[in-house]
């Protein structure tokens, strides 16, 4: 079964500018995880997708969105870009039947902001 | 206090030794708890997940839970150098607006020298 995938794998970006990254899960998953990794940060959660809805959401500003498709696939975009959202943005894929479910990341997406 | 804490580390060991990898957490009601592994420049990759209190083993990899301290270890027998990467223990917030959130650990670096 193939895994998560996550495109493009590498993004370079000007302040001010906005960026959309896209996520396929696992055959089968309908939930979709989207984080963000920094050094300083570690790993935080930005939001969840479920048959194309936002079930969860974390502590970010509203320039971070995102959406889902009738496929399960997942876009996020982040407008205004700053500095501080150079990170390594990562999706992971679930079945979605339960808050625990296992998730299972995608390669990541390094978006470096100057 | 940090909802999922781990020893801060840098964590050395000698290859063949038991490395240890240890996290707490402050959230009663979570009842899943999982550990990835990373690699330098890599996504998180699951090793394990437990749900019960006790031992669960998986090859050279055993984690242990207990509900009532809060705590969750991780041990890895016959470390490897090719174990060396960023240890992540995290786990879904309790209640019912955990879906597809999981609270990361800030990661222990371990490093198995031959």
């Known amino acids: 079964k193939a895994g998560v995938t996550q495109t493009p794998r590498y993004l370079i970006k000007t302040r001010g500018q906005q960026v959309t990254l896209s996520c396929s899960p696992i055959?089968?998953?309908?939930?979709v995880s989207w984080y963000q990794q920094t050094p300083g940060q570690g790993l935080q959660f930005l939001f969840e997708?479920?048959?194309?809805?936002?079930?969860n959401k974390g502590n970010f500003p509203g320039r971070f969105s995102g959406r889902q498709f009738s496929n399960s696939r997942s876009e996020m975009n982040v407008s205004t870009l700053e500095l501080g959202d150079s990170a390594l943005y990562l999706c992971a894929s679930s079945l979605g039947v339960g808050g625990g479910d296992t998730q299972y990341f995608g390669p990541g997406t390094r978006l470096t902001v100057l | 206090q940090k909802e999922v804490e781990q020893n801060s580390g840098p964590l050395s060991v000698p290859e063949g030794a038991i490395a240890s990898l240890n996290c707490t957490y402050s959230d009663r009601g979570s009842q899943s708890f999982f550990w990835y592994r990373q690699y330098s420049g890599k996504s998180p990759e699951l090793i394990m997940f437990i749900y019960s209190n006790g031992d669960k083993e998986d090859g050279r990899f055993t984690a242990q839970l207990n509900k009532a301290s809060q705590y969750v270890s991780l041990l890895i027998r016959d470390s490897q150098p090719s174990d060396s990467a960023t240890y992540l223990c995290?786990?879904?917030?309790?209640?019912?607006?955990?879906?597809?959130?999981?609270?990361f650990g800030q990661g222990t670096i371990l490093t198995v020298h031959p």
């Open positions: 997708y479920f048959s194309e809805t936002q079930r």
């Open positions: 055959s089968g998953h309908r939930s």
């Open positions: 995290a786990a879904p917030p309790g209640g019912g607006t955990s879906y597809g959130k999981l609270t």
